[in-house]
């Protein structure tokens, strides 16, 4: 017989691997968008590591571009522009 190691991780150190709040990650969980979860005993619920982490890669979002340089704001200064020579 073969044993494969299974790791429990609780909802706490889920929420804290995710870098979001436990209150969060209950309503992701109820709402069915959170990882796969199973009930310990009557009042402690786990998440197997490997269910974690695939549900955390989902979640992955692409690379964007980063933002093009903010303008600043208001009206813009005389030396924001080149003034015309007098002649």
């Keep these: 017989m073969e044993f494969i190691a299974v790791r429990i991780i609780s909802m706490v150190e889920a929420a804290n691997r995710a870098n979001q709040s436990l209150r969060t990650l209950q309503r992701q969980i109820a709402e069915g968008n959170g990882p796969a979860v199973f ?21 992955r979002r692409p690379v964007l571009e980063p933002p093009a ?19």
């Design 39 to 59: 009930d310990i005993s009557e009042r402690r619920r786990g998440i197997l590591e490997s269910d974690f982490e695939e549900w955390l890669l989902t979640r």
């Design 69 to 87: 340089p903010k303008r600043g704001r208001g009206r813009p200064r005389k030396t924001d522009h080149p003034m015309p020579e007098a002649t």
